[in-house]
């Protein structure tokens, strides 16, 4: 497609519950991140994924979070047991090479835990 | 640990009242500089890549430049279009990008 996409736009989960968020990058981007902003916070890395690589997880605030990267494409972010201090936008980026110019953005996935 | 902070958290101008917004960076080796806008309820929006001090970018009414401490994104006669959030990231060798937290810029008719 012509930008990224993220599904779905807004997810409402009960806590305690997992969800599933999904990227879909720019055809031919070898990177993707994933990023998380809180109401009147900024951006914070979650996961980065480039080419075959292994990704880089540093970013990932407890063992409930994890990611995977199917066939260089598609990415999921999964998080188990969800708590309401999970509550945020999560945001995914892709770029043609690593690290190099800016990324672009999908319009994110609004997640509330109630 | 790389660091990024962005003053003022919050500007009002009138149109056409040109400004400033700066970004103030910590990097153990700047591997490039960013800014990105982003208006409510979608992703960041790329602008402009720095890479070295004394560079300058210029898209439209904004203009980027660049020092060994600061970034300034100065906004010449802005419209009400140009109202979003504005955010400054960096790079450096071996690390991810870092976020600051963002200038939110109100451009009133």
Sequence with gaps: GAGVSQSPSNKVTEKGKDVELRCDPISGHTALYWYRQSLGQGLEFLIYFQGNSAPDKSGLPSDRFSAERTGGSVSTLTIQRTQQEDSAVYLCASSPVEGGGGYTFGSGTRLTVV | ?109
């Design chain 2, 1 to 109: 640990e790389d660091q990024v902070t962005q003053s003022p958290e919050a500007l009002r101008l009138q149109e056409g009242e040109s400004s400033s917004l700066n970004c103030s960076y910590t990097v153990s080796g700047l591997r490039g500089l960013f800014w990105y806008r982003q208006d409510p309820g979608k992703g960041p929006e790329f602008l402009f890549t720095l890479y070295s001090a004394g560079e300058e970018k210029e898209k439209e009414r904004l203009k980027a430049t660049l020092t060994k401490k600061e970034s300034f994104l100065h906004i010449t006669a802005p419209k009400p279009e140009d109202s979003a959030t504005y955010l400054c990231a960096v790079r450096s060798y071996g690390q991810n990008f870092v976020f600051g937290p963002g200038t939110r810029l109100s451009v009133l008719p």
